[in-house]
């Protein structure tokens, strides 16, 4: 038999495995069989599942479900053909089927977390998306009713810049208090998403912290806007008209 790295670190000290006797589960009438050799991990389970402690019994009966893996110079599917031949001259009454790339094999193997990514992403510029629209337009909103006390401070000697920086202010305060509340909940559902993710965990700092940059630039961006219309007020029509 051989068994896998996961099975020899787990059960049997490592290297130490080789030479030592196993019997097969269920299955009294086997004798105990060598461990000749230990392989690679292989992540039989699916690609985004770790690959469990597996042993490899010899079978002399034909097994359906094998796979051959074929090493080729050029293009892979020019030799469909080939393979089919050299594996009839081996074995005539097995069926060759499902010919695909590896690349391709790998790539159906990722599918489904491919497009569970690709709607995550959706979700997440949408709702950056209507956070912006919604910082936009509060502060617009803010502009307007304070345009009296805006024209006032312009009038007394206020820098347009510090005006500016004001209304920026504002908007990154309101982003700030949105993304700690953002990471207090990503925190909390941590196990919820852990099931949902491959290759990175829920609290993986570079992209929590990249996320974040980008809710806070995004915001800089939306509340610019309405900064800069506060600033080009005219201290003397706004006073007059109110």
């Known amino acids: 038999m051989l068994v896998n790295r996961s099975f020899a670190n787990t059960y049997l000290g490592g290297s130490a495995a080789i030479g030592r006797h196993l019997l097969q589960p269920g299955n009294a009438y086997v004798p105990p069989s060598e461990i000749r050799g230990i392989v690679g991990d292989a992540r039989e389970n699916g690609m985004d599942h770790e690959?469990?402690?597996?042993?490899?019994?010899?079978?002399?009966?034909?097994?359906?479900?094998?796979?051959?893996?074929?090493?080729?110079?050029?293009?892979?599917?020019?030799?469909?053909?080939?393979?089919?031949?050299?594996?009839?001259?081996?074995?005539?009454?097995?069926?060759?089927?499902?010919?695909?790339?590896?690349?391709?094999?790998?790539?159906?193997?990722?599918?489904?977390?491919?497009?569970?990514?690709?709607?995550?992403?959706?979700?997440?510029?949408?709702?950056?998306?209507?956070?912006?629209?919604?910082?936009?337009?509060?502060?617009?909103?803010?502009?307007?009713v304070r345009q009296r006390e805006v024209g006032l401070r312009l009038a007394l000697g206020a820098r347009r810049t510090q005006i500016v920086g004001q209304f920026l202010a504002q908007g990154l305060r309101a982003a700030l208090l949105g993304c700690t509340a953002g990471l207090a909940i990503a925190e909390a559902s941590g196990r919820l998403l852990a099931g949902m993710l491959y290759g990175v965990s829920p609290s993986d700092v570079p992209t929590l912290a990249g996320v974040v940059g980008i809710v806070v630039a995004v915001s800089i961006l939306a509340s610019l806007l309405p900064a800069i219309r506060a600033s080009r007020l005219e201290p003397m029509q706004v006073l007059r008209e109110g």
């Open 51 to 144: 690959p469990p402690p597996t042993v490899y019994w010899c079978f002399g009966a034909m097994q359906p479900g094998t796979f051959f893996l074929v090493r080729t110079h050029g293009d892979p599917a020019s030799m469909t053909e080939t393979i089919r031949r050299k594996i009839h001259e081996i074995e005539p009454r097995r069926s060759v089927y499902d010919l695909t790339p590896l690349s391709d094999h790998i790539s159906d193997a990722y599918a489904e977390n491919r497009l569970r990514t690709i709607l995550l992403a959706f979700f997440a510029t949408t709702a950056v998306l209507l956070a912006c629209v919604g910082l936009y337009g509060t502060l617009s909103y803010l502009v307007t």
